[in-house]
């Protein structure tokens, strides 16, 4: 079974600034998706970025961007600077090519003002 | 602007009573999740649908949770008896069930039993 592993249960950050969220997963499949999303206090999954296993290149998405080591089995989320507005739970998941999410435990950031 | 929509958004129940809770997908969306949220756990499967008919509900405790479609446009998740260890935040979400494609979530029931 697929697992991820999410190993900060808690980061924070200064506003304007840089932090990285780590992932790990688990699988023995080679094609695959990954996603980092973001829960606010309003319990809303929001989808803040997704990676195809078969593709190099890491995925940006404006102030947010990924490390992808596939061979390491590592999906890292980088965010730039930081906005109070990025304060939130954040969940890494893992989906198969089809079929349902599997999340990590999450990783609660905090931004410093 | 198509979502998922969960009814209710809050329910306080007492042990041993009946929940039935509700997700309309978002229109032409074919596959259903159905998620619980703790503290402990995190995020965890219940069940996951496609063209209405269960694909995964390994996730379930059995003696008392079911999961079905009646139609395309409703998945529910019915919880009898509930118990106080039930208690937690019920997601569902929805998709295309196609390459490449996210899932849209709901905004959760918060189940409260006491």
């Known amino acids: 079974a697929q697992t991820v592993t999410q190993s900060q249960p808690e980061m924070s950050v200064q506003e304007a600034e840089t932090v990285t969220l780590s992932c790990t997963y688990d699988?023995?499949?080679?094609?695959?998706?990954l996603f980092w999303y973001k829960q606010p206090p309003s319990r809303q999954m929001i989808l803040v970025i997704r990676q195809e296993a078969y593709k190099q290149q890491n995925a940006t998405e404006n102030r947010f961007s990924v490390n992808f080591q596939k061979a390491a089995k590592s999906f890292s989320l980088k965010i730039s600077d930081s906005q109070l507005g990025d304060a939130a739970m954040y969940f890494c998941?893992?989906?198969?090519?089809?079929?349902?999410?599997?999340f990590g435990k999450g990783t609660r950031l905090s931004v410093i003002a | 602007d198509a979502r998922v929509t969960q009814t209710p958004r809050h329910k306080v129940t007492e042990m041993g009573q009946e929940v039935t809770m509700r997700c309309q997908p978002i229109l032409g969306h074919n596959t259903v999740f159905w998620y619980r949220q703790t503290m402990m756990q995190g995020l965890e499967l219940l069940a996951y649908?496609?063209?209405?008919?269960?694909?995964?509900d390994s996730g379930m405790p059995k003696d008392r949770f079911s999961a079905e479609m009646p139609d395309a446009t409703l998945a529910t998740l019915k919880i009898q008896p509930s118990e106080p260890r039930d208690s937690a935040v019920y997601f569902c979400a929805s998709g295309l069930g196609r390459l490449n494609t996210e899932a849209f979530f709901g905004q959760g029931t918060r189940l409260t039993v006491v």
């Open positions: 699988t023995s499949e080679s094609d695959y998706y």
């Open positions: 649908f496609r063209n209405r008919a269960p694909l995964d």
């Open positions: 998941a893992y989906r198969r090519v089809i079929g349902p999410l599997v």
